[in-house]
């Protein structure tokens, strides 16, 4: 059973850059059959997808990040890692790490997800 | 504000049905499949409805998915406690070339 495990610093100071890794038990990064995601749920509102990468490297993002996002995949490690630069108060969320299965060549799903981490972003 | 639109809530007493609804587009729901994930408090979420109707294995059949046209709605029939929680739609939106999850619905069982 594959399980996933979020990790990094539970603090973060504005206009800093956040970084959290992501890493997965039970089952290879290295497999085209899946997209790596992160998903982010402020306090108390909805999930929001931050961005995903695929085994290769490419990275897809959610455009209202305005490309503060870069996402990156270490097979070596079984890992995969999220930065988002110059935080703000309004990235104070939930961050969850989660595998996405393509059932079509063109589009995926979260099917298993890391507990999540909860990342404050304050001074 | 999501361009999946779900109700914020939506509450029901034991043994009763309740219905959520999701709301999309031409360029998400319209042409592509919708997912529900239930979230339970404090915990991740997990997938309870695929391809519009299909429930993965685990998942009780009082749970059922339907979509029509550019929405989707998930039925709970036999309302538990344990069904309390937040309950999200996902869909693929070809516009975005990415995924949407709606706002989400809180059900509370009365």
């Known amino acids: 059973q594959v399980q996933l495990q979020e990790s990094g610093p539970g603090l973060a100071r504005p206009s800093e850059t956040l970084s959290l890794t992501c890493s997965v038990f039970?089952?290879?990064?290295?497999?085209?059959?899946?997209?790596w995601s992160w998903v982010r749920q402020p306090p108390g509102k909805g999930l929001e997808w931050v961005g995903s990468?695929?085994?290769?490297?490419?990275?897809t993002f959610n455009p209202s990040l305005n490309s503060r996002v870069a996402l990156s995949i270490d097979t070596s490690k079984n890992q995969f890692s999220l930065r988002l630069t110059s935080v703000t108060t309004a990235d104070t969320a939930v961050y969850f790490c989660?595998?996405?299965?393509?059932?079509?060549?063109?589009?995926?799903?979260?099917?298993?997800w890391g507990r999540g981490t909860t990342v404050t972003v304050s001074s | 504000q999501s361009v999946l639109t779900q109700p914020p809530s939506a509450s029901g007493t034991s043994g009763q049905r309740v219905t959520i609804s999701c709301s999309g587009g031409s360029s998400n729901i319209g042409v592509n499949h919708v997912y529900w994930y239930q979230q339970l408090p404090g915990t991740a979420p997990r997938v309870l409805i695929s391809r519009n109707n299909r429930r993965p294995s685990g998942v009780p059949d009082r749970f059922s998915g339907s979509k029509s046209g550019t929405s989707a709605s998930l039925a709970i029939n036999g309302l538990r406690s344990e069904d309390e929680a937040d309950y999200y739609c996902?869909?693929?939106?070809?516009?975005?070339?990415?995924?949407?999850f709606g706002g989400g619905t809180k059900v509370t069982v009365l």
């Open positions: 996902y869909t693929w939106d070809d516009s975005l070339s990415g995924p949407l």
């Open positions: 989660a595998r996405a299965v393509r059932p079509d060549y063109y589009y995926y799903y979260m099917d298993v």
């Open positions: 039970g089952g290879s990064v290295n497999s085209a059959n899946y997209y």
């Open positions: 990468v695929f085994y290769s490297g490419t990275s």
